[in-house]
């Protein structure tokens, strides 16, 4: 089956420093990809929509100077955390459908756990 | 409120006892998914519904549009069902922006 595979799948930063989060479509092209957060206990909230060759489209009130998204091929998507703090601490989960007429398969990466010290 | 709704948020069970899960939303969708998270965090898809039922080995989904509900069933739990199950809904005119539930942790014991 379709595999998206995330890198890394933990990473620990001092405050202030830029954090960068890999998804990868490993057998299937992806134009879109999903990117979310998830504190805690809590559920998935998207953040922004990866567009291959365009600009992402990011959520209301996501930072998109913030949360850089790069999408530059049909397989690669980046999200980096710039001047990371704290607060940015989470579980980075991305998702890609596998067609591009339909979001109806979604396929998740294992997710990046970012700890902000 | 929130646009969907999942009960309970906790379920524990003993091994071999059939669980319902329950998903409300309060918004016109074109599809709605069952996902499970393990705690690892990885999660994984099981179901997409945008009508009717849909059976996989134990886990059975329903929907029902006019109700605005859904269901997830497991028959004969196992403790390797054990995990986070969440409802994710499509919202009719945004194809692809999912909505996702608060999610039902379930533990299963033997």
């Known amino acids: 089956g379709a595999v998206v595979s995330q890198h890394p799948s933990r990473v620990i930063c001092k405050s202030g420093t830029s954090v960068k989060i890999e998804c990868r479509s490993l057998d299937f092209q992806a134009t879109t990809m999903f990117w979310y957060r998830q504190f805690p206990k809590q559920s998935l909230m998207l953040m922004a929509t990866?567009?291959?060759?365009?600009?992402?489209?990011?959520e209301q009130g996501v930072e998109k100077d913030k949360f850089l998204i790069n999408h530059a091929s049909l397989t690669l998507s980046t999200l980096t955390v710039t001047s990371a703090h704290p607060e940015d601490s989470s579980f980075y989960i991305c998702?890609?459908?596998?067609?591009?007429?339909?979001?109806?398969?979604?396929?998740f990466g294992p997710g990046t756990r970012l700890t902000v010290l | 409120k929130n646009e969907v709704e999942q009960s309970p948020q906790n379920l524990t069970a003993q091994e071999g006892e059939f669980i319902t899960i329950n998903c409300s939303y309060s918004?016109?969708?074109?599809?709605l998914h069952w996902l499970q998270q393990h705690p690892g965090g990885g999660i994984v898809s099981l179901f997409m519904l945008s009508s009717g039922k849909k059976k996989h080995g134990r886990l059975i989904a329903t929907i029902n549009i006019q109700e605005k509900h859904s269901s997830l069933h497991i028959t004969a739990s196992h403790p390797r069902d054990s995990a986070v199950y969440i409802c994710?809904?499509?919202?009719?005119?945004?194809?692809?922006?999912?909505?996702f539930g608060t999610g039902t942790r379930l533990q299963v014991f033997p």
């Open positions: 990866s567009n291959e060759g365009s600009k992402a489209t990011y």
């Open positions: 994710a809904v499509r919202k009719s005119g945004m194809a692809d922006k999912l909505i």
């Open positions: 998702s890609a459908p596998l067609s591009w007429w339909s979001t109806d398969t979604q396929y």
């Open positions: 918004v016109g969708i074109s599809a």
